[in-house]
T-cell receptor, first 111, second 114 residues
């Protein structure tokens, strides 16, 4: 079936460090891909998305490129801030237009 | 301003009580979903709805029930709460083209059953 695999956390970085959170998906069909962010005590918010191969989604300094050849959608940010501390979820859509989520990756940024 | 609302945000309740978690959205979305989120963060789909009078069970078996009498309202009910129901419950909705738009989530209800 369709699945999404994320790197396990927690990821702990110092402020201004470079961030990469890996995400790979099963290569069934041509899914749209999403990154969501969940701040403490909140629901999930859409961070960025890409709907076809080679598309790059970007928002708030975060970027992710839809790589069909490696079935990946890795999240990157050049310089993280303490306020980026949150849980990040990668997701893909399925044939029924429902989303499948990865297990989430907790990011902790220290000042 | 949130377009999908969940109440209450926090609820502490005794074992055996009946509870209803409320979820309402103002976007006119047909599809709505309930997720249970465990402390390890993973999301588990417990119920979803394609529209009025449509309800389906999700991937994770749940003792809760849902109803969809109005497009904007998708409440979740537990007839008899137990400590094992302690969790974070997230409601979400999506338009017909979820492939392009994704889901919109509420802020969640953190339920504690004592």
């Amino acid at each position: 079936g369709n699945s999404v695999t994320q790197m396990e956390g927690p990821v702990t970085l110092s402020e201004e460090a470079f961030l990469t959170i890996n995400c790979t998906y099963t290569a069934t069909g041509y899914p749209s891909l999403f990154w969501y962010v969940q701040y403490p005590g909140e629901g999930l918010q859409l961070l960025l998305k890409a709907t076809k191969a080679d598309d790059k989604g970007s928002n708030k300094g975060f970027e992710a490129t839809y790589r069909k050849e490696t079935t990946s959608f890795h999240l990157e940010k050049g310089s993280v801030q303490v306020s980026d501390s949150a849980v990040y979820f990668c997701a893909r859509n399925n044939a029924g237009n429902m989303l499948t989520f990865g297990g989430g990756t907790r990011l902790m940024v220290k000042p | 301003e949130a377009d999908i609302y969940q109440t209450p945000r926090y609820l502490v309740i005794g074992t055996g009580k009946k509870i209803t978690l409320e979820c309402s959205q103002t976007m006119g979305h047909d599809k709505m979903y309930w997720y249970q989120q465990d402390p390890g963060m993973e999301l588990h789909l417990i119920h979803y709805s394609y529209g009025v009078n449509s309800t389906e069970k999700g991937d994770l078996s749940s003792e809760s029930t849902v109803s969809r009498i109005r497009t904007e309202h998708f409440p979740l009910t537990l007839e008899s709460a137990r400590p094992s129901h302690t969790s974070q419950y997230l409601c979400a909705s999506s338009p017909p083209g979820a492939a392009n738009y994704g889901y919109t989530f509420g802020s969640g209800t953190r339920l504690t059953v004592v």
